[in-house]
């Protein structure tokens, strides 16, 4: 199983980006998808999550700004960023857990400019 993560790009603070995590199957076999995020000499952080049943969860830095969601058409599980700040520059992962392993995909560049 594959996971990739896009949308990422350069955008300046107050504004918002859409990210999606696709998958190589279906992504709704995951027991949950999760938004992480890692900058330059810190540790990798949860943003947000989704269980398979679709309850949600995010890290208190982010509650308000971003929204995560399920496509099942798409096959995506997305993560809406609005309000950015410099502060959420960084790389973004998208997670997916499944019978107790983990999986990642290959991250997406944030950068959000002052």
């Known amino acids: 199983v594959q996971l990739q993560a896009s949308g990422g790009g350069l955008v300046q603070a107050g504004g918002s980006l859409r990210l999606s995590c696709t998958a190589s199957?279906?992504?709704?076999?995951?027991?949950?998808v999760g938004w992480y995020r890692q900058a330059p000499g810190q540790q990798r952080e949860l943003v947000a999550n989704?269980?398979?049943?679709?309850?949600?969860s995010y890290a208190d830095s982010v509650k308000g700004r971003f929204t995560v969601s399920r496509d099942r058409a798409k096959n995506t599980v997305n993560l809406q960023m609005n309000s950015l700040k410099p502060e959420d520059t960084s790389v973004y992962y998208c997670?997916?857990?499944?019978?107790?392993?983990?999986?990642w995909g290959q991250g997406t560049q944030v950068t959000v400019s002052s």
């Open positions: 997670n997916g857990l499944y019978l107790g392993y983990a999986y």
């Open positions: 199957g279906s992504i709704f076999n995951f027991n949950s």
């Open positions: 989704v269980t398979s049943r679709g309850k949600t």
